[in-house]
């Protein structure tokens, strides 16, 4: 596999790299810093989930907005510079009044995968717009999926770098490794396609993806936040040994993220989204009934690479149907959709684990995972689908 890799990709990719890295070593400390250090329950955590991520939803949505009007490069440092600031608020603080609204800024919500961005989410909306720019339309899949498989590895790696560190150490760490990533963004050159605040011109298809997004992020609330402590409440596993674990579902994600260009040569964008994300609903739905740790360590590691093995086609896909001066709001939009409903599945999920009842949230992901595969093929995968989108194009032609 091939890339056209010039400085601007690499001061992008150095910078997600040190994000992702920051991101796995928090993804870990954070569920047993709040369990385990400052003993507060399920409960208070996915309250903190649900704060973080409905913060994370309007300043995506803003950042989303101010790419498109006053410029990326400078919406990108801005946006960036909120992982840091926040991970050294936690460090010098165990008060809730300072961890809240740190979680808020860093967006903690972790309602992705570590090969997803789970940590620091506001920013991925302009990450994405950014590289699409950089990237030639025919070969936007390869570079997703590459920038994808090294949030992943490396976002792995750090989950992987947590043992060294004591929980609290951790964020400090945290800190001093996301802080690099920034000032280089300064030197980064993007070609701006300002645009104004008004009607958008792909509304329609804009409106699709949303609604999907939604779905998606409804359900991902409902387990991924919980998958760590899921092990940390009910299989009592120390901090080291659930290292190792993320480090193995971090790492086999980031590989599964290559396959993504062979997958939509062979099976196109709806194909693979249904394949991989039914297949993956499965494991999940199965995951809390079968109590046996080899079997739900195999399902935590595998289960996400499924979820996220065709990410990168759903983002090219996304780029390649919205006007470019519109897709920093298209991508702010579908994430404030997909962080807001992420929100009521984690507030639903913390209720439901801190009471016992650890089977429900899974059980009702399967149900909504089908909806929203069902609603993937109704909008992207008919002839009619594809007519109307036609017809749209030749509205805004007229």
């Not at 903690?108 to 620091?120: E, N, P």
């Not at 994300?277 to 739905?285: Q, S």
């Amino acid at each position: 596999m091939k890339y056209s890799i010039n400085k601007d990709v690499t001061l992008l990719g150095f910078s997600r790299v040190t994000r992702s890295v920051a991101a796995g070593m928090i993804n870990i400390a954070f569920p047993y810093y709040i369990l385990t250090q400052l003993h507060y329950g399920a409960f208070v955590m996915g309250l903190i989930y649900v704060s973080a991520t409905v913060a994370t939803a309007v300043l995506g949505f803003l950042s989303g907005i101010t790419t498109d009007v006053w410029g990326k490069r400078g919406t990108l440092i801005i946006a960036s510079a909120l992982l840091p600031v926040s991970s050294m608020m936690i460090y010098f603080s165990s008060s809730l009044w300072v961890i809240v609204p740190a979680a808020m800024i860093g967006g903690y919500s972790a309602t992705g995968s570590l090969a997803g961005g789970g940590i620091g989410g506001a920013v991925q909306p302009i990450q994405s717009a950014v590289l699409a720019g950089l990237a030639p339309n025919e070969k936007r899949t390869k570079y997703f999926s590459f920038f994808t498989f090294l949030s992943g590895v490396t976002g792995a790696l750090g989950a992987l770098l947590s043992k060294a560190f004591d929980v609290r150490e951790i964020f400090l760490a945290a800190t001093i490794i996301s802080a690099l990533g920034v000032p280089e963004l300064w030197y980064l050159k993007v070609a701006e396609a300002k645009g104004k605040i008004g009607r958008l011109k792909t509304g329609s298809t804009i409106g699709k993806f949303t609604l999907t997004g939604m779905l998606n992020g409804l359900s991902q609330g409902l387990i991924v936040p919980f998958l760590i402590p899921f092990f940390v409440l009910v299989y009592h596993l120390p901090k080291s040994q659930m290292s190792e674990y993320a480090f193995a579902s971090g790492l086999l994600g980031s590989f599964a993220i290559l396959g993504a260009p062979l997958l939509e040569k062979y099976f196109g964008f709806v194909k693979s989204i249904v394949f991989t994300r039914g297949l993956g609903t499965v494991l999940f739905v199965a995951f809390p009934i079968i109590r046996l740790l080899p079997l739900s360590v195999f399902i935590y590691i595998i289960g996400p690479a499924l979820r996220v093995a065709a990410l990168p086609i759903q983002q090219s896909e996304l780029t390649k149907r919205v006007d470019n001066d519109e897709m920093g709001r298209a991508l702010g939009i579908n994430q404030v959709a997909r962080l807001a409903a992420s929100s009521t599945g984690t507030g639903l999920s913390g209720y439901l684990m801190d009471t016992s009842l650890f089977e429900m949230p899974f059980f009702i992901y399967g149900v909504i995972m089908v909806a929203n595969l069902y609603l993937y093929m109704k909008f992207f995968g008919t002839k009619k689908a594809e007519v109307d989108e036609e017809l749209e194009e030749e509205a805004e032609v007229k």
